[in-house]
C-alpha cells in the first residue's frame, strides 16, 4: 500500500474532522506527475514553524505528546510535497509566508517567538479569514487538516491520545463507553 492508499484509508475513517479540500486531493482518482512533487521546498525553519504551529492546535497535555513529539514539523511539508498538485503546494508555501508576514506586522515577531497566547490568537484570525473568504483551500484548512490527519495516524496519536487495545482480536461495535474514557484508536 503507498503512502496515498493509506492516508485515504485514514481520512475515511475520520470522516467530517478533516474538510473537502484535503479530502478531494487524498481522493483523487490522478496519479501526480513526478514533475509536480517536490515543486516547493521547504526550510528547516519553516518545518520548525510547521512543528509548532501544529503544537497550537493539538498541544501537549498530561495525558499524551502533542503534535510536535509526533514530528508534524516534517510530516506536513512531506505530504504536501508528495501528495498535493503544484498549485496546491505553491497556495501552502505563499500561506506560510502570508502568516510569518502577517506575524511580522500583528506582532512584532516571527511566529517561533510568539507566545502561546498570540498563536492561538493568529490561529482564530487565520481561521475567521478561511471561513469569512469562503476561500478553499487555503493555508489554514490544509495546515489544520493535515494537522489533525498527522497525529491521530501517528504511534503518539494513536496510543497515547486514544484508547489503544494491542493485541488484535474480534471487532466489537458496540463496546460499552465509560464515562471520560478516550475514543478507541482500535476495536
Excluded: H
Excluded at 509526533?70 to 508528495?82: E, H, N, V, W, Y
Excluded at 498549485?87 to 508555501?93: E, G, R
Excluded at 483551500?137 to 489544520?144: D, E, M, Q, T, Y
Excluded at 496519536?157 to 489503544?164: D, I, N, V
Amino acid at each position: 500500500m503507498n503512502r496515498r492508499e493509506a492516508l485515504k484509508s485514514v481520512a475515511f475513517l475520520m470522516g467530517s474532522a478533516i474538510s473537502a479540500t484535503t479530502m478531494g486531493v487524498l481522493f483523487e482518482n490522478f496519479v501526480l506527475p513526478e514533475k509536480e512533487k517536490n515543486f516547493v521546498s521547504f526550510s528547516a525553519t519553516d518545518e520548525q514553524i510547521l512543528s509548532e504551529f501544529a503544537e497550537t492546535i493539538i498541544p501537549t497535555t498530561a495525558s499524551s505528546a502533542g503534535a510536535k513529539a509526533a514530528g508534524l514539523g516534517t510530516f506536513i511539508p512531506m505530504i504536501i510535497r508528495d501528495c498535493y498538485p503544484a498549485n496546491f503546494q505553491k497556495l501552502f508555501a505563499d500561506g506560510l509566508k502570508e502568516m510569518q508576514i502577517k506575524c511580522s506586522e500583528e506582532f512584532n515577531k516571527d511566529f517561533i517567538a510568539m507566545s502561546n497566547e498570540e498563536r492561538n490568537q493568529l490561529m482564530s484570525s487565520l481561521r475567521d479569514d478561511a471561513i469569512a473568504t469562503n476561500k478553499a483551500p487555503s493555508f489554514f484548512l490544509i495546515a489544520r487538516d493535515l494537522t489533525i490527519l498527522g497525529y491521530y495516524t501517528s504511534e503518539i496519536g494513536c496510543t497515547q491520545a486514544r484508547e489503544y487495545l494491542p493485541i488484535p482480536g474480534r471487532y466489537d461495535g458496540n463496546v460499552p463507553y465509560i464515562k471520560d474514557q478516550k475514543a478507541w484508536a482500535t476495536n
